[in-house]
T-cell receptor, first 114, second 112 residues
Framework: DSGVTQTPKHLITATGQRVTLRCSPR?????VYWYQQSLDQGLQFLIQ???????AKGNILERFSAQQFPDLHSELNLSSLELGDSALYFC?????????????FGPGTRLTVL | GNSVTQMEGPVTLSEEAFLTINCTYT??????LFWYVQYPGEGLQLLLK?????DKGSNKGFEATYRKETTSFHLEKGSVQVSDSAVYFC???????????FGTGTRLTIIP
């Protein structure tokens, strides 16, 4: 158990819908990262927050947005869902943002868009 | 930019066989290198890491050496077990860019 929790574990929804994925980082970790794992794209970085502020953006679609709240939990919002958004979405957290700080991964949320 | 090229899978080995999973990288700046493992139905776990050239990361019998001259970080284990069956990801990070850049992953299956 990494200490990072993600809810829900599974999510099945229809095209055009909007969903929210939630992540609670390890106690004391200030940095949260979101990654998408899909069969065709592999594991890709989406976005990073540090202590409530957006710090880095990766290959995140405009239909997707995220935020980190004062209690440091984070939410990833996916809207106007398409079939291709079906993937495993991981959240990771780390204490700091330095080069060697380990990122601890949650168990993921599996999103299926029908 | 940063990229990681990883040995294509899947890889199937018999128990107690020697394992090598190749990983090479390109990076803008000086990277730290990682191997992550994903067991079925679980998230990624850090297996080992190395932060500078010639460092050797090791854990659970796995080893990888940071080779700057060949830009490689190959994963090895001398005698694999059935419990090592998982997907292995090579990854890197560079200073000022804390996101991890992953390889495509290698699915390893160990048969008794």
């Amino acid at each position: 158990d990494s200490g990072v929790t993600q809810t829900p574990k599974h999510l099945i929804t229809a095209t055009g819908q909007r969903v929210t994925l939630r992540c609670s980082p390890r106690s004391g970790d200030l940095s949260v990262y979101w990654y998408q794992q899909s069969l065709d794209q592999g594991l890709q970085f989406l976005i990073q927050y540090y202590n409530g502020e957006e710090r880095a953006k990766g290959n995140i679609l405009e239909r997707f947005s995220a935020q980190q709240f004062p209690d440091l939990h984070s939410e990833l919002n996916l809207s106007s869902l398409e079939l291709g958004d079906s993937a495993l979405y991981f959240c990771a957290s780390s204490v700091e943002v330095d080069l060697v700080a380990e990122q601890f991964f949650g168990p993921g949320t599996r999103l299926t868009v029908l | 930019g940063n990229s990681v090229t990883q040995m294509e899978g899947p890889v199937t080995l018999s128990e107690e066989a020697f394992l090598t999973i190749n990983c090479t990288y390109t990076a803008t700046g000086y990277p730290s290198l990682f191997w992550y493992v994903q067991y079925p139905g679980e998230g990624l776990q850090l297996l080992l890491k190395a932060t500078k050239a010639d460092d050797k990361g090791s854990n659970k019998g796995f080893e990888a050496t940071y080779r700057k001259e060949t830009t490689s970080f190959h994963l090895e284990k001398g005698s694999v077990q059935v419990s090592d069956s998982a997907v292995y990801f090579c990854a890197l990070r560079t200073f000022g860019n804390e996101k991890l850049t992953f390889g495509t992953g290698t699915r390893l299956t160990i048969i008794p």
